[in-house]
């Protein structure tokens, strides 16, 4: 359950909307409920509004799914299906203050969705929920809770592993991982790099995105997993989490077993390049990749993929993962608020399995189906390896943590300087840390 203060955030994404506008298991059944669709059976269009592509993200198979069960509802898909959230939730911030009519609104993260319930454009679901018998979190994976209250269902369910390119490992002599420390990982990042004719092949590769300058903390770290600790009060940098994490990136920059971070950020690459075109052997990453890794109609798969558990700080510790999740909410001011619950509970259940693009959040759904429908969708099934994407999948604990400050954007602008201080200019890891800590702490501060 998340508990944060939005105040500040919630102005200015409210200045900013108006000038935009002006300008312009409870369950048993394991069955998702029907809801409430009002007195009669006139037939009603709900909008939903996301960023996905159509077709290719198989939304026009689960919108014919859901209007075949529920004939009196209609779904109206709206989308610039461009997978741009940014641009996304510019467009839906600037519909809701042109009066627009919305019904289902997705939120790729908790963060984006928590500014627009400050907004009041997000309608409590208890209600719904406990007419239904519902519980949560018994329900779902993902803890979509906000000061106590539902204001969406968990879609898909993302959490890490590692993925490997078979033929490397194989080549380096090395077993696939069941069990391992970050340590460990980076001995397999040394023994898979490869240089032969001027061209490296590094062991891994660690992507632009901030959080993999405290990987460690954020991805498997259940409790104080962020920037701040969870209460929002204090900065969260001078712990064993993070400083682990820069002395790994430090040591794969010293080995030369990483891909080189000035090369990362100076040409822009990004992971998908290049670990499908084996530019690195082994990659830190969700499982929201792994339709992609059996080809698709613009990148084929050349390789066998192979999975391991995400590694851990220590080898005492549980195997386990942070989950992400999409959430569904439904619009405060829909005209149809009642089918609008109905579909995000079906697709919540029933109709994210029958997508076949993600792994649900929804507790009850067969995991093996699911993994069977994903692979078999994909172009050259046989480079996925189910065998060990399974055992991932039932060994790694999902934990749910807390959503970050509103703010922390802005926190991790700080972290980031400070991090690009010691990976391009020298600067000493507790220097790092310390400078980070201190200026965190301020901005904190100045937000109470």
């Known amino acids: 359950m998340i508990r944060i203060n939005r105040r500040s955030l919630a102005a200015s994404l409210i200045i900013t909307t108006m000038l935009v506008a002006g300008c312009s298991s409870g369950n048993t059944d394991s069955k998702p409920s029907t809801g409430e ?15 996905y592509a159509k077709k290719t993200d198989n939304w026009d198979v689960v919108i014919e799914a859901f ?5 009196n509802i209609k779904v109206e898909f709206n989308s610039a299906e461009d997978n741009n959230s940014n641009e996304y939730y510019k467009k839906l911030d600037l519909a809701a203050a042109s009066g627009d009519e919305l019904d289902v609104i997705m939120f790729s993260n908790m963060t984006f969705l928590s500014q627009r319930v400050d907004l009041g454009m997000v309608e409590p679901l208890d209600d719904y929920l406990a007419k239904d018998n519902i519980n ?21 369910s993302s959490q890490s592993f590692v993925i490997f390119n078979e033929e490397h490992l194989k080549e380096s002599g090395l077993e696939l991982p069941k069990d391992w420390t970050w340590d460990e990982f980076m001995d397999y990042a040394k023994a898979l790099t490869k240089t032969e004719g001027g061209k490296t092949r590094y062991g891994t590769y660690f992507h632009s995105w901030p959080a993999f300058a405290y990987f460690i903390q954020n991805f498997g770290r259940a409790e104080n997993a962020n920037l701040t600790t969870d209460d929002g009060t204090t900065a969260n940098i ?18 030369g077993s990483a891909t080189p971070y000035a090369e990362i950020v100076s040409q822009k690459l990004n992971y998908r390049p290049q670990y499908f075109n084996q530019d690195t052997s082994m990659l830190a990453m969700g499982s929201f990749l792994v339709p992609e890794l059996g080809g698709t109609d613009t990148v084929p798969a050349t390789f066998r993929t192979v999975f391991a558990p995400l590694p851990k700080l220590n080898a005492g510790d549980e195997i386990a993962s942070n989950v992400g999740s999409d959430v569904l909410s439904v619009y405060s001011k829909s005209k149809h608020k009642d089918e609008a619950y109905t579909f995000i509970r079906w697709f919540s259940t029933e109709g994210i399995v029958l997508q076949g693009k993600a792994f649900p959040s929804w507790k009850n759904a067969d995991l093996n189906q699911v993994v069977d429908a994903m692979v078999a969708g994909t172009k050259t099934p046989e480079m996925i390896d189910k065998e060990s994407l399974l055992y991932v999948l039932n060994h790694t604990k999902a934990n749910s943590a807390k959503v970050a400050v509103p703010y922390h954007a802005e926190l991790e602008k700080i972290f980031m300087e400070e991090f690009d201080r010691m990976m391009l200019s020298g600067q000493a890891l507790d220097t790092t840390v310390q400078n980070a800590q201190t200026c965190i702490q301020k901005v904190i501060d100045s937000k109470s």
């Open 238 to 255: 001078d712990n064993p989490y993070v400083r682990k994490t820069l002395e790994l990136r430090l040591r794969g920059e010293a080995e």
């Open 67 to 71: 209007e075949k069960k529920y004939p």
């Open 136 to 156: 949560l979190t018994e329900e779902y994976t993902a803890d979509t809770r906000i000061d106590g209250k539902a204001y969406g269902l968990p879609g898909k």
């Open 37 to 51: 669709q009002g007195s009669s059976n006139e037939q009603v269009t709900i909008k939903l509004h996301n960023w």
